[in-house]
């Protein structure tokens, strides 16, 4: 059975390495085993204390295996190119299709680049010239931690799948999602400490964390080998195969259940009336209030974006660095925007009933602002003034009170527009499962409404810097209700003139384009199950882009954030506020009068590389939807 369910993935692959597919596994295996060649040269090279490339390798083992554990989390369901429900008519028990999936779970490009990063365990062994017996136990010991780390993966994939079926678990999955993107965000926090240890050395604590980590115990084994205590090399290499073991029995379990079990857990949501929704906005307000408590992908979506402002704005509190914290409401504010950039299409063909109402667009557009603003506006300010009163820091106070109104005018505006001029269908609520991470994220849609959120406030960060205290708050005022109102009016607009091609485009997935060759039919309200969205490459139109031109854009979109944020945006708030932790930031180990001029310089290469990303991709989207807009139907 394996065997048979390798080949049936061998086959899968075969035919699906063409166009945009192909280049995303061939742009993941590159930037793998460019990740996997530094491991290996970190393994092989000279270091000023023995012990040190082992620790360096118990780290990046232990990140590599917690990509694999919690990379589900943040990219959504895993590999999920043989489906356990495709197996639920035969005759398998749980556990013999687990073992069948597993087998073909090693099939991929993942597990081959894993292998080679995990490689660098028999590299340091000779490196550091512990015997044969010592490289023996290393390339026994490889084998071991893939499989540990394949079969973990596929077991917390199954349990948070599980879990994420309640409002807890929801919250849990986004601290988890959350705390890994903020931490990845926030890894110049680190570099003081990591200089400090590369000269002298982790202190033994961290080494002791290092081994106890299951990702260590191939590097315990091959020291212990090397030292004659063959006791400890047993134990270390029985460790991971009992873990193996453990993990495969759990997985077994859940895959029962999986297959078992398809509606979310909880009580039935109780029936409640607003009395203060007494029109028609305050009714569609009142709607989407109780669908951002009840729905668990809002639930989540909302718990991410409150997890990732405390523990990106946190975090530099390690290395004494208070320079985020009142910043906290706002990181809040923009990442509340950009979860919400897809409402229409997380309601799917609802949209029906609002084509059947005359004059129903300007009514549930303008309700979902004020429902917006009622949600994200009460946190942000009390975020705000939370952190103002503990750091102190009232100086900031014409910066806060121009830039909280600007972004919250600004994200109730940009929301409903991205969400009308770029929606991502989803399956419909009443279809959909209750593992969360089956609804994948468009990240293309993410980062646009980010950056158009931002830009919003432009008008008050100009305000603050050229003009009088009073002027910022103003024009922050004012600029935002702008935002909302005119930005709202567009999404309106575009809902009205264009209802019929995007309910056509939420049923089926075709852009818009396509769906002017032929009729629309008359309101059905069935669909097919539609693909999960990839990490918002297809809807770039990446797969008609030469592979030169993907990889940039894939490269620029990915590094963007370095110049622009980390040495752009962070040191000029630091310079700005007087709190300045020079660390990794270059402008800040220049003299005075060359700092803003690097700052500028930064913030206008990463606003390079990401304005040249997203042209280029726009650009071959119009040009993949004028392919698609042909009569019969191929580019």
């Not at 398998?92 to 365990?121: D, E, K, S, Y």
């Not at 290092?210 to 006791?231: D, F, H, K, N, Y």
């Not at 990839?534 to 809807?539: F, H, I, M, Y």
């Amino acid at each position: 059975m394996v065997v048979l369910l390798i080949k049936m993935k061998l086959a899968v692959l075969r035919h699906s390495m063409t166009g945009q597919r192909a280049g995303q596994m061939l742009t993941g295996a590159l930037a793998g085993l460019t990740l996997a060649a530094g491991l290996i040269m970190l393994a092989g090279g000279d270091h000023p204390v023995a012990s040190l490339p082992f620790d360096l390798l118990g780290a990046g083992f232990a990140l590599w295996t917690a990509g694999w554990l919690l990379g589900p989390a943040l990219f959504g369901g895993g590999d999920e190119t043989l489906r356990p429900e495709h197996f639920s008519l035969l005759s398998f028990t749980p556990r013999r299709l687990a073992a069948g999936l597993a087998g073909a779970a090693f099939v991929g490009v993942a597990p081959a680049v894993t292998l080679v990063a995990f490689a660098a365990l028999v590299v340091v062994t000779v490196k550091a010239g512990l015997g044969p017996a010592a490289t023996a136990v290393g390339v026994l010991a490889v084998p071991l931690q893939l499989v540990v780390c394949v079969l973990a993966s596929r077991l917390v994939t199954a349990a948070l799948g599980q879990v994420m079926r309640s409002k807890a678990g929801a919250a849990l999955a986004a601290l988890i999602s959350a705390a890994i993107l903020a931490a990845l965000h926030s890894l110049w926090v680190l570099s003081p400490l990591v200089q400090a240890a590369l000269r002298t050395g982790f202190p033994s604590s961290f080494t002791a964390w290092v081994q106890v980590l299951p990702s260590g115990w191939g590097l315990v084994a091959v020291r212990a080998a090397g030292q004659g205590r063959w006791l400890t090399t047993a134990a270390a290499l029985a460790g991971l195969a009992v873990l193996s073991l453990a993990c495969l029995y759990g997985w077994a379990v859940l895959l029962k259940r999986r297959l078992t079990t398809r509606r979310p857990s909880g009580r039935p949501a109780r029936t409640t009336s607003s009395g203060w929704a007494t029109g028609p906005m305050t009714a569609v307000a009142a709607r989407e209030l109780r669908t951002w408590s009840r729905d668990l992908l809002r639930f989540h979506y909302l718990c991410f974006a409150l997890c990732y402002a405390l523990v990106f704005c946190l975090l530099p509190l390690a290395i004494g660095a208070p320079v985020f914290l009142p910043w906290t409401g706002l990181v809040f504010a923009l990442w509340t925007a950009a979860i919400s950039a897809n409402l229409y299409g997380e309601d799917g063909t609802e949209l029906w009933g609002k084509m059947m109402i005359p004059g129903a667009a300007r009514h549930d557009i303008r309700g979902r602002q004020l429902a917006w603003l009622l949600i994200t506006a009460p946190p942000t300010v009390a975020l705000t003034l939370i952190m103002l009163a503990l750091t102190g820091q009232y100086d900031l106070w014409p910066w806060l009170a121009a830039l909280v109104p600007a972004l919250l005018g600004g994200g109730a505006g940009v929301t409903v527009l991205v969400s009308v001029l770029r929606p991502v269908p989803m399956t419909d609520p009443h279809r959909r499962g209750g593992n969360l991470l089956e609804n994948g994220t468009d990240f293309a849609q993410v980062l646009l409404v980010l950056v158009l959120t931002a830009a919003t406030a432009a008008p008050a960060y100009l305000a603050v810097r050229l003009a009088p205290a009073w002027a910022g708050p103003a024009v922050g005022l004012i600029s935002g209700a702008v935002s909302v109102w005119l930005l709202g009016r567009l999404a309106a607009a575009r809902l009205e003139s264009s209802a019929p091609e995007l309910l056509h485009h939420l049923r089926t997935g075709l852009p818009p384009k396509r769906t002017r060759t032929r009729p629309l039919p008359a309101l059905e309200l069935g669909r097919p199950h539609l693909p999960k969205p990839d990490l918002g490459l297809e809807r770039l139109g990446l797969d008609l882009a030469p592979t030169g031109w993907r990889a940039y854009v894939i490269v620029s979109l990915t590094l963007c954030w370095v110049p622009l944020v980390a040495q752009g945006i962070v040191p000029a708030l630091m310079l700005t506020t007087g709190k300045v932790t020079r660390s990794w930031f270059l402008a800040l180990h220049l003299p005075g009068h060359l700092q803003w001029p690097t700052i500028v310089a930064m913030i206008a290469l990463g606003l390079a590389l990401l304005t040249t990303g997203l042209g280029i991709g726009l650009y071959y989207l119009a040009k993949s939807r004028r392919a698609g807009a042909e009569p019969d139907g191929r580019p």
